[in-house]
């Protein structure tokens, strides 16, 4: 809870507008103050279509990802807290989307979505995306991550780019 906290009080990297939503009523209303009073919503998440009892395994992407063609997007990532609190952002900077199907090695399937982060001149350099990657806010290198399970991406409908 303290972490939740102190979580929702820090400033926001610049270009960053974020909010931490207490309700499903302050979430839309922070999505549509970015996206658009009269936009049509659109939500997409990660789902696990079914699961083995497998609680770590390993994952290869079995499609090209398909981006999701939007030109702003806010996502909303849920916090511990005694009641439902979600941490909602939106980042200014080039921001890019795919919805991508990873395969576990014990056969389950995911329908993820990938969030790649085009710009982190102006990220901390100690950001949490940097440790694995072993990279350095820049415009060159792109800094992309996969979104759990009930975390939420809000674009405006239609979202799915068509081939």
Known sequence: MEETL?????????????????????????????????????????????MTTALTQNYTVLEVPIEVLAPKMVSCHPVPYPYAVFFCHYFGSE???FQVSPGGNSGDNVEAVAICHMDTSDWDPEHILFQPLGVKPSTSSPVCHFLPANHLVWVPSPTIATE
């Not at 102190?6 to 922070?30: H, Q, W, Y």
């Open 6 to 50: 102190r979580d929702c009080g820090v400033k926001p990297i610049n270009g960053e507008i974020k909010l931490c939503a207490t309700s499903l009523e302050s979430m839309v209303e922070f999505v549509r103050s970015i996206l658009g009073s009269g936009v049509n919503l659109s939500v997409i998440s990660t789902t696990h279509p079914a």
């Open 95 to 97: 921001t890019k989307v």
